[in-house]
């Protein structure tokens, strides 16, 4: 038996992989709605397994098994055996040979890789506290839809240093996107993170710069990003809103950027925290699009894994 194609980060893929991925997302979206059928899926079941909240990635995952005429079964932690101690190699080796497909959310990141050692079948992460590669892989092509290319292009993330800014790390670095992350002292993404995007960016030519001045970050920015500052979770919230008084995404911070600079969020947001609403719901905004867009990624990585 061949050995499964997991995608438990942007690294496990190829830059061929990753193209095709976003070339074949572009075929989705561009066919969604058409008459013509497509069901590569058909027959095949996607076992979710979830011990954490979600809302666009279980609709996006589910709903792109079902157009792709294969079955979604969703398990959160009272749904399945792990709440009552069964041990994720138990339940790898079990549903592994019900499934053709996995998608995992787990708070540690650990515990997805050990589902993935013990899986017959691809392993997806559909998030962990360390990395959320589905949604990177879904901006870099909301990036090029909006842009029309990624090589050259900047992005700035001001805000916590947190899941999703470790993927962006990984996806831009591999891309050929310039990258500038502004966060607070304590704040940074992952050590090991940073030091595998540095020798990517190298490798590629491009700039990447971890600084704790936002206003620098987006000097010259096609794309502003940022994320919660408060992640599922997570605890300190009156002292991590202090420390990210500086980090909101506003007007102001925005002007500094190009006139054409278009503004992301993986969503959920919280207006008035680290983003004005006078910016997630004006002019530059994506966010709907972007949130559209893991529709049409997840049914591409479906594809590419199995």
Do not use: W
Request: charged share 30%; with cysteine; glycine share 6%.
């Amino acid at each position: 038996m061949a050995e499964a194609k997991h995608l438990l980060s942007v690294q496990d893929l190829s830059e061929k992989e990753l193209l095709a991925i976003l070339e074949k997302s572009e075929e989705f979206k561009s066919n969604l709605g058409k008459k013509k059928r497509c069901e590569p899926l058909y027959g095949k079941s996607l076992a979710m397994l979830f011990t954490k909240p979600s809302t666009r990635t279980r609709v996006s995952f589910e709903t792109a098994m079902t157009q792709l005429g294969g079955h979604a079964i969703y398990l959160d932690q009272h749904r399945s055996q792990l709440e009552r101690g069964e041990t994720i190699e138990d339940t790898g080796k079990t549903i592994s040979r019900y499934v053709d497909v996995i998608v995992a959310r787990f708070h540690e990141h650990e515990k997805i890789e050990k589902l993935a050692r013990n899986s017959r079948v691809p392993v997806i992460n559909g998030l962990t506290d360390l990395l959320h590669p589905c949604q990177a892989i879904s901006d870099l092509f909301t990036i090029r839809e909006k842009k029309g290319r990624l090589e050259g292009i900047k992005l700035a993330y001001v805000g916590d240093g947190n899941n999703v800014c470790n993927s962006l790390l990984l996806s831009c670095s591999k891309a050929g996107i310039n990258i500038s992350v502004a966060n607070p002292k304590g704040y940074e993404p992952d050590a090991v993170i940073i030091k595998n995007a540095e020798e990517k960016a190298k490798e590629k030519g491009t700039e990447l710069e971890i600084i704790t001045e936002p206003n620098k970050a987006v000097l010259e920015a096609d794309v502003i990003y940022t994320d919660v500052i408060v992640s599922m979770g997570q605890k300190g919230r009156e002292q991590r809103l202090k420390d990210f008084q500086e980090y909101q995404v506003n007007v102001e911070l925005m002007e500094k950027a190009k006139k054409d600079v278009i503004f992301m969020h993986c969503l959920p947001a919280h207006r008035g925290e680290e983003v004005s609403a006078e910016v997630i719901d004006g002019p530059h905004s994506v966010v709907f699009d972007q949130a559209e867009n893991r529709l049409h990624v997840q049914k591409a990585i479906l594809e590419e894994v199995m």
